[in-house]
């Protein structure tokens, strides 16, 4: 993580620096005295953290804050201060945290593990979604996004996916009914996962196809789906 050091007092960043020099996972990338040349480093260096002590001479640290947000890339901004009064002022600017001069070690950490929390990707919280199938006397389980679309017939849901067909006991409404969230309607026989979806192709008589990722099988969009189904992929 790159970190901007930014205070009046040369004490101050030399403590700032010696504590930070112990994190592997920290990278000094430029000290500065006021506001304004906080700003020119933010824009210069592209921090992804700022230790942003309020009280400074010319532009004050909560100013320069409020002015962070014109930039592209908005660093995080933990607040260094010998006043405990500002903390509320620096939590209502989006501070990731807020420390109290002389700043401690242990609390130091705590504001860069939280700053660093923040810089990681969302992991995804979404459960993978499986289909019970057969093939002949084989029972198997699919991945629903595998899945390239589901037809029905009278006696059994056919789902065709990249390795060809499997058959699976539950119906259409049953299926929808549990993965509904992720599946499509397209025609009263027919499913498909909502990200298979690309887009729709008009016939010269009046009937509409719907265009799918992974194959070149286009099914029949009904009347009745048409609009659920252009409005999805308008919003989508």
Not at 34 to 61: H, S
Not at 175 to 195: F, I, K, S, W, Y
Not at 206 to 219: H, Q, S
Request: aromatic residues 4%; hydrophobic residues 45%; neutral net charge.
């Amino acid at each position: 993580m790159r970190v901007l050091i930014a205070d009046d007092e040369p004490l101050a960043r030399v403590r700032l620096r010696g504590l930070l020099a112990r994190r592997s996972d920290v990278t000094v990338v430029g000290e500065v005295g006021d506001g304004e040349a906080m700003l020119d480093a933010c824009a210069e260096l592209k921090p992804d953290l700022v230790l942003l002590d309020v009280e400074m001479p010319g532009l004050t640290g909560t100013a320069a804050a409020r002015r962070l947000g014109a930039l592209a890339e908005r660093p995080q901004v933990v607040f260094c201060t010998a006043y405990e009064q500002h903390a509320l002022s620096a939590f209502d600017l989006g501070a990731t945290d807020y420390l109290l001069k002389p700043v401690r070690a242990e609390r130091l950490d705590e504001a860069l593990d939280r700053a660093l929390a923040r810089l990681a990707p969302p992991q995804s919280t979404e459960r993978v979604a499986w289909l019970r199938a057969r093939s002949g006397t084989d029972e198997v389980r699919l991945a629903l996004a595998d899945v390239l679309y589901l037809l029905a017939d009278e006696k059994y849901v056919a789902v065709h996916h990249a390795g060809g067909m499997w058959l699976i006991d539950e119906s259409l409404r049953q299926l929808e009914a549990a993965h509904g969230e992720r599946l499509v309607r397209l025609h009263r026989n027919c499913l498909v996962p909502r990200e298979r979806l690309l887009g729709l192709k008009t016939l010269p008589d009046g009937r509409v196809l719907a265009r799918l990722a992974g194959t070149e099988v286009a099914p029949e969009v009904s009347r009745r789906n048409l609009p659920a189904v252009r409005q999805l992929l308008r919003t989508a």
